[in-house]
C-alpha cells in the first residue's frame, strides 16, 4: 500500500516521499531515452537524483530503494495531481509484464522485461513531445538535449530553484514568432523548418493536442500528427507514446530493427500485445541499446 511523507530540509525545499510503490527505477526511467530534459544531479545525497523541469517546474526524483521514491521541491497535493501520473504511479506495471510475457512467450522478451524493469512510461507534455521528437531525426541523444536546453534557455520561461536558472519548454507561439532563422540559429538544421510548421499547425487548429488526448482511434492520431510537415509514422509513433499515452504505439528506429530482426524475426503481433505494445518496445530498446551493446 502506498504511503506518502512530506518533508522539509533545512534550507526550505519542501519534497514527498512515497513508499509502497513496485516496479520503480528512477535511474532506468530517465536514462532509456524517453525524455530529455532530465539529467543526474547530486544534490540531496541521493542514490540516484534526476532533475529537470516538467509542465512548467522544476522538481528532482531520487531513489534510495526498491518500491519507494522521493520529490524535492513538490507537496504532497502535486505529487497526487501531477507527479504520480507524470511517472505513471498509477498504472499497475506487474500486471503490465505479465501480459506482455503471457502474450509474446518469448524468453527474448522475459529478459528484456526483466532486464529493464522499473521502467515507466512517462506522461509528458503533448507539445513538449511532439517538438522533442522533431529534434530528435537523425540526432544523438547528447546533441538533442543540448539543442532543446538551448531552446528552452531562449524562449522558456525562467524558473528560479536553489539560487539557479531553469527554464520551461517554449510555447509554440513563442517558437512561431521567433521564426525559421532563429530556430535554425540553434543548431537545428533541417528540422527547423518542421517546428515551425508544427507550431503553426497548432496555433492554426489544424493539429488539436486536446483532441489527439481524446481520441481513441490510434491511426487517426497517427494521421493527425503527420499532417506536419518532416514528421513521419516513427516520430509521430514517440509522440503519442510519451505524450499522449497512447501505448499502442510501437516506434521503429535503427535498435528495434535490431532488436526484431534478432529476437522476433518472423514479427510480432502488435493487435495482440493492445494497450502493452509500447512499454514492451521500450523493454526492447533499453535492453539492446543499453545492455546488448555495452
Not at 190 to 204: E, P, Q, W
Not at 258 to 281: C, H, M, N, S, V
Request: glycine content about 6%; hydrophobic content about 40%.
Amino acid at each position: 500500500m502506498e504511503k506518502i511523507v512530506e518533508f522539509a530540509l533545512p534550507n526550505g525545499v519542501k519534497g514527498v516521499k512515497a513508499e509502497g510503490i513496485p516496479r520503480i527505477n528512477i535511474f532506468k526511467t530517465f536514462d532509456c531515452g524517453q525524455c530529455f530534459r532530465f539529467d543526474p544531479v547530486s544534490m540531496f545525497g541521493n542514490k540516484y537524483e534526476f532533475g529537470g523541469v516538467a509542465f512548467g517546474k522544476y522538481v528532482v526524483f531520487a531513489q534510495d530503494n526498491e518500491n519507494e521514491i522521493i520529490i524535492y521541491n513538490s507537496t504532497v497535493k502535486e505529487y497526487k495531481e501531477l507527479w504520480r501520473r507524470f511517472l505513471s504511479l498509477d498504472v499497475d506495471y506487474e500486471e503490465i509484464d505479465s501480459r506482455i510475457s503471457s502474450t509474446l512467450r518469448s524468453e527474448h522478451m522475459d529478459r528484456a522485461i526483466e532486464c529493464a524493469k522499473g521502467i515507466r512510461i512517462l506522461r509528458q507534455d503533448g507539445w513538449e513531445a511532439i517538438c522533442s521528437f522533431i529534434i530528435s531525426q537523425n540526432n544523438n541523444i547528447p546533441r538533442i538535449k543540448k539543442i532543446i536546453s538551448a531552446m528552452c534557455e531562449k524562449y522558456g520561461e525562467k524558473i528560479e530553484f536553489l539560487d539557479s536558472a531553469y527554464y520551461a519548454f517554449p510555447s509554440a507561439k513563442a517558437l512561431f514568432e521567433a521564426g525559421e532563422c532563429e530556430i535554425f540559429a540553434l543548431k537545428t538544421g533541417f528540422r527547423a523548418k518542421y517546428i515551425i510548421d508544427a507550431c503553426d499547425c497548432l496555433i492554426s487548429g489544424r493539429v488539436d493536442i486536446e483532441e489527439l488526448k481524446r481520441e481513441k482511434d490510434f491511426d487517426r492520431c497517427v494521421e493527425a500528427l503527420c499532417r506536419v510537415k518532416g514528421i513521419g509514422l516513427k516520430v509521430a509513433c514517440c509522440a503519442l507514446l510519451f505524450g499522449f499515452e497512447k501505448t499502442e504505439a510501437f516506434p521503429i528506429d535503427v535498435w528495434m530493427k535490431r532488436a526484431l530482426e534478432r529476437y522476433f524475426p518472423e514479427g510480432i503481433d502488435l493487435a495482440a500485445l493492445g494497450k502493452t505494445a509500447g512499454i514492451a518496445q521500450q523493454y526492447l530498446f533499453y535492453y539492446e541499446k543499453y545492455i546488448q551493446n555495452t
